[in-house]
């Protein structure tokens, strides 16, 4: 993998981030709660990337893996602002593919919002939308309200997971499957039948709420929530070369861009 680059942007925000050049749209990963790009999803998408000619962003949220900062202070819009600055100040013009895994798939809806004509296609991995609404308990909410941090048991780590009150309240400001959603690009959705943490039903949703008529859910019967065992990971790479390829295919024959 290529070495870590930083975008540094204007408010003192300084974001880690790994690309490769290529021809067609670019694949943009889009990382899960107190994830980051080491992660090995992002690193086998950017392995396939590379070894297809395609251009692949990896980057780390703001207080998350190699990026400086407090992750008590990351909000979806703060995450938003950095994805929409990291694609601004790639020196190309191509068309923009997102990939988000959980809550990097509620962010891959803001940030394709904001991308407009520019978003090619989206592939969510167990996204995980709204779920500062569905995913915690009312008791819990009422804290959060009030100014305080709560903690979780955190299945795949030693320590607790929290959940920060500014976090939160932005998350209740940009729910989005209560209305219709205004992408028109193809959408993938992943999801594994198993998943504890985010139920295969929310897809089912967010795939009812997208406006775009291309639309396909895969429910991974055994899958959990992570979807990073090996069979996970080339269903993954099958479902964004499938995408991709061909929207990279005219550029790659000489055809112009419509």
């Not at 992750?71 to 601004?88: I, S």
């Not at 209560?178 to 039948?193: F, M």
């Not at 959990?224 to 099958?238: E, K, V």
Request: hydrophobic content about 40%; some cysteine.
């Amino acid at each position: 993998m290529t070495s870590t680059s930083y975008l540094d942007l204007s408010d003192g925000r300084s974001i880690a981030y790994r690309f490769t050049p290529g021809t067609g749209p670019v694949i943009v990963f889009l990382p899960g709660y107190m994830s980051d790009m080491a992660g090995s999803k992002a690193a086998a998408l950017f392995d396939m990337a590379r070894a297809s000619g395609l251009p692949c962003l990896l980057f780390d949220y703001s207080g998350c893996g190699e990026s400086p900062g407090q992750f008590a202070d990351g909000t979806l819009t703060r995450w938003k602002q950095e994805v929409l600055a990291l694609v601004a100040a790639l020196e190309t013009d191509e068309k923009i593919v997102l990939v988000g895994s959980s809550m990097g798939g509620w962010l891959m809806l803001m940030a394709g919002l904001a991308l407009g004509e520019r978003l090619a296609g989206l592939i969510g991995i167990a996204p995980a939308p709204d779920f500062t609404e569905w995913g915690i308990p009312q008791m819990d909410k009422a804290m959060l309200a009030d100014g305080e941090t709560i903690f979780e048991d955190n299945p795949y780590g030693p320590e607790p997971t929290p959940t920060h009150p500014g976090f939160w309240a932005d998350g209740q400001a940009n729910l989005m499957l209560d209305a219709e959603i205004a992408i028109d690009c193809p959408v993938r959705l992943l999801h594994g039948q198993r998943d504890p943490d985010v139920p295969c039903e929310v897809s089912m949703r967010l795939a009812e709420k997208l406006r775009s008529a291309d639309v396909q859910v895969t429910l991974i019967k055994d899958g959990d929530h992570r979807l990073s065992r090996d069979a996970d990971i080339r269903l993954l790479l099958r479902t964004v070369a499938e995408l991709v390829l061909p929207l990279a295919a005219p550029r790659a024959e000489g055809t112009p861009e419509s």
